[in-house]
């Protein structure tokens, strides 16, 4: 069995581990220990892995991203999950300055390359009933609430291949539960670090929002740049009962070499409002497939994006507006800027069962080339089975406005100047929409120091 040697930024040293490959064994190592009702649904999970082809080109959700040529699953190996501690100051300096920069929260979660190392939460809110704690750790504490939830109802192992194989190799995550009536006046924030390359590492999170609650979640993943390609797949689930407030904020910042795959299902009930924002500025590739269910009547979501990359970045948004119950409302804004040879692909559906009259609900698809060899592809689509409905789509992919740039470069600025202008200007409108502490500011500082530094 080969073995690797794995830097450990809780250590600052060298530590040895043991990997292997994405196999049967793999599972059932996963499964030592654990309730038979959880160990079960690994193993069907698996299963259905296993039956399931690799999406291909010829599939319309796929077309545009050639998983045979962009993924080398045979390649990665799963690390087995290890007790990790955090301490701030021998972390790498990157993952230091970046929860630096926006420290103030509820509560903490700290991952390392798919283990959970450190969680805290305000005293007062624990003495609630808040729950934030690793999923590890959940299957002991919070069985109950486990077993009904994961995996089952939002992203279960049924929804595709990928799907299935979070579902049966998941090593950590996180459950956040918010009470009834309970209201979080500052974000969650999570920091995930990815530092071993040639690795496989699946992480799930469930989010809970019983009735009448307020939560922001801010989830951001960063590595400095991998000599081998690493993937990081991370399966969201998030419920918003009746009346609740969420936020749930993704910002992906990896480094070259990274393949992120990201699944996220957020279930809105009876006057909920369920918002998210994902964020794509890093990574070789990231893949985020979002299906927002507005199943309750007066149901509400906005769902909000940007990417930003050079190079031969590529990116690709597949998401879903599945309106299922009447007066519900959703609003999608998903922007790109894109320099050097990177593309984008947006596919987007505005899905209305017979059911949802009076669904109110748009989609909206910007992209901004930088370069003459930069490439966008957007494909926004309805599917309308009710009568009574306001929906409408619109897509565009431009270059840099000649006459824009011209009127700012007259007022004294250098054409270099100009561009970093409107490119903030053009991605600005995205963040504003949801203007959460820390976010804005430092997603600004990191396109903008992209831009200075191309």
């Not at 486990?146 to 595709?160: D, F, R, S, V, Y």
């Amino acid at each position: 069995m080969p073995e690797s040697i794995t830097i450990d930024p809780t250590l600052g040293g060298l530590m040895e581990g043991v990997t292997h490959a994405l196999n049967p064994e793999a599972v059932e190592r996963q499964a030592s220990g654990e309730p038979e009702w959880l160990a079960l649904r690994r193993r069907e999970a698996w299963s259905l892995y296993e039956r399931t082809p690799l999406p291909t080109t010829r599939l319309e959700e796929w077309r545009y991203t050639d998983l045979s040529r962009l993924l080398k699953l045979d390649t990665l190996a799963l690390s087995d999950w290890e007790p990790r501690t955090f301490q701030m100051e021998k972390a790498p300096e990157r993952l230091q300055v970046a929860m630096a920069e926006d420290w103030e929260a509820s509560g903490h979660v700290v991952e390392l390359d798919g283990s959970v190392a450190h969680v805290d939460l305000d005293a007062e809110l624990a003495a609630k009933g808040v729950i934030l704690t690793s999923l590890r750790k959940a299957v002991e504490s919070h069985p109950e609430l486990l077993e009904e939830l994961l995996a089952t109802e939002a992203l279960p192992a049924t929804q595709g291949k990928f799907q299935a194989l979070n579902a049966a190799l998941w090593t950590d995550g996180i459950l956040l539960r918010v009470p009834r009536g309970v209201r979080l006046e500052m974000p969650v924030r999570v920091s995930r670090w990815v530092s071993d390359p040639g690795q496989a590492i699946f992480s799930r999170t469930l989010i809970v929002a019983e009735e009448g609650s307020q939560v922001s979640f801010v989830d951001e993943i960063l590595s400095e740049d991998l000599a081998e390609q690493t993937l990081f797949s991370s399966a969201v689930e998030v419920f918003a009962r009746n009346g609740a407030q969420v936020q749930y904020v993704s910002v992906q910042r990896m480094g070259e070499g990274a393949f992120h795959l990201a699944q996220q299902r957020t279930l809105a009930d009876r006057d909920a409002t369920l918002d998210t924002l994902n964020i794509s500025l890093g990574a070789s590739v990231a893949r985020l497939d979002l299906n927002a269910q507005l199943r309750g009547p007066g149901a509400n979501s906005d769902m909000l994006g940007l990417c930003f990359g050079g190079g031969t970045q590529h990116f690709d948004h597949n998401t879903s507006q599945d309106h299922i119950a009447p007066n519900s409302k959703s609003d999608l804004l998903y922007k790109g800027a894109l320099d050097g040879r990177a593309r984008s692909v947006f596919r987007g559906i505005i899905k209305v069962h017979e059911e949802a009259q009076r669904t109110d609900a748009y989609q909206t698809n910007r992209n901004l080339l930088l370069s003459d060899e930069a490439r966008a592809d957007s494909l926004p689509n309805l599917e309308i089975e009710a009568d009574d409905v306001r929906c409408s789509h619109g897509a565009t992919v431009g270059q840099l406005d000649l006459e824009s740039l011209f009127y700012i470069m007259s007022r004294g600025l250098s054409r270099e100047q100009a561009e970093r202008l409107v490119v903030m200007g053009f991605l600005g409108e995205v963040l504003s929409r949801l203007p959460l502490g820390g976010v804005v500011e430092k997603v600004t500082r990191s396109i903008r120091e992209r831009l200075e530094h191309g």
